[in-house]
């Protein structure tokens, strides 16, 4: 095992809480007003984004910002726009031609609480939001060439190569034998993709960070990203719809290919562990510095939903 | 009536096919390839950019470059940036739960030649690959600032107070009775702000420009993007399916709120020929330079299909 993690679990839960209400709060004021016209696709941008969603991409540019000894506000609207590129994403992955889901954070999926047109467009007016925050937001660092290299890695990320490439990928095998490799690669766009570019956005906004800090993040990322979606797929299997607030059982009823299924519980509970140990492996440069990454880490990697 | 154009027509609809030649090139080079994975969603983006289009917002953007005495080089990126925003959402306008088109540009939808899983990640993907040109290449003016602007002008048109929000009103209002100002203001969501957005990228490549000369191009923009859904929607009623690659008479059918509609034929004609005066107006302190520009808006205002 690597370093085990000198923080207070319970203690990070809360520090989890407050990253929460943190966004919650930055998101609603950065969405448009639910009066403003067209009212009914504001209100439908809203109901997706707000009151619901772990937060979890945004509290990795928060830890990673800490870890960096950069004040959150810093990075506080590039969580925001990560967080806008994951919402869209999920807005158009629940639409019936896609995974066909009608329950997204314990609550009726955009599609089901308005209807399809309106969760297409939803998740279309998502994608330039969250670029226009990197454009305009006054909190982010002033030079125009990292608010340009922040919308280069978050287009990368959740482009044709990255994430919708993934859900491409995933849309296609749905029902096909794939071995492990195949799988991991699939996982690396679909939800890999934009963990690490949450973690390399906070980092560009770190200024003259060291090349080599800059991968071992990069590292981290990579590990965590994978381990997460392998605990994600573990959660599908062992969890209850209750808990989970979306159909639990849902991977096996589509066919979809995971780790559970390919290699059984066991071995993927084995692999989640190596992952972790190599995610915490890869923060030693930082020593100290790096406990909010590792608190993450130990915490998404031991969640129960 | 303004200046009469003393360019030769049938030279000029030279010019535009030379213009649509470049496009097709320039998008076939920075398009992923089809065989790049995910294969399927790379020939599909393909189908859908490729291969037709009149491509006009191009157009308005290298005729702006000429106007301003920059050359088209130099917008080469930006309109297909612009150009792959508008493909992206007709991809999206034309899915069952929004305008159900089973024919674009004289070709099957992408819904229809693929599916439609595909077709709304295609839209997807193509906002960010869009986007990305605007960080990444390398023939648009060097300066950061410069290129984070463009990313602004693209993403507000494009976003849920322009396009997006646009496309939300016309489903919203389909079978409603509108007046004459609320059909304008949801064409100059619709389609007036990426035609706005086309000639100001354009502007934002040339260094220095005067303030009234930009405000001067604003006016030109909202007149003949205005004009410019007017002449659609007449070319609707009055034209063939043959001849337009869409099917005619499609807005009567979803009781679209249109100028022909509302005020009729005659009144809708004449509309366009007040805003095509405006839009030469406006164009008076370029003297003869803006040549271009005089010969598109008046191609574009008495064109057939």
Redesign the interface.
């Known amino acids: 095992m690597a370093d085990t993690n000198p923080v207070n679990e319970p203690d990070f839960a809360g520090q989890l809480e407050a990253w929460r209400v943190r966004m919650e709060a930055a998101l609603a004021a950065r969405l448009?007003a639910a009066d403003?016209?067209?009212a009914?696709?504001?209100e439908a941008?809203r109901y997706s984004v707000l009151g619901g969603g772990k937060r979890i991409r945004p509290a990795l540019l928060f830890a990673t910002a800490r870890t960096l000894g950069l004040p959150e506000d810093r990075v506080e609207a590039a969580a925001c726009a990560i967080e806008l590129i994951h919402v869209?994403?999920l807005v158009?992955d629940d639409?019936p031609?896609?995974d066909d889901d009608d329950l997204r954070r314990g609550r009726p999926t955009c599609h089901k609480a308005y209807?399809?047109?309106?969760a297409?467009?939803v998740?279309?007016?998502l994608?330039?939001?969250a670029?226009?925050l990197l454009?305009?937001d006054p909190a982010l660092p002033d030079?125009?060439?990292v608010?340009?290299r922040l919308?280069?890695l978050?287009?990368?990320a959740?482009?044709?190569?990255g994430m919708?490439?993934g859900?491409?990928?995933d849309?296609?095998v749905e029902g096909t034998r794939l071995d492990i490799a195949q799988v991991e690669d699939l996982h690396a766009r679909k939800t890999g993709a934009l963990i690490r570019a949450s973690v390399l956005m906070a980092a560009e906004c770190a200024p003259g960070l060291e090349p080599a800090h800059r991968e071992a993040l990069a590292r981290f990322a990579a590990a965590i990203g994978l381990a997460f979606q392998i605990q994600d797929d573990l959660l599908d299997v062992l969890g209850d719809t209750a808990t989970l607030g979306k159909a639990a059982g849902a991977d096996r009823e589509h066919a979809k290919p995971t780790h559970p299924a390919i290699i059984g519980i066991e071995e993927s509970q084995r692999r989640v562990r190596l992952l972790h140990d190599e995610a915490l492996e890869s923060l030693r440069p930082f020593g100290d510095h790096a406990a909010p990454l590792r608190s993450l880490a130990n915490w998404l990697l031991s969640r129960r939903y």
Do not use: K
């Open positions: 448009p403003a016209v067209p009914r696709l504001h941008m869209y994403s158009h639409l031609a896609m209807d399809e047109a309106t297409i467009l998740g279309d007016a994608q330039p939001l670029i226009d454009v305009r030079a125009a060439a608010r340009l919308i280069g978050l287009c990368e959740s482009g044709s190569l919708v490439g859900q491409a990928i849309l296609a």
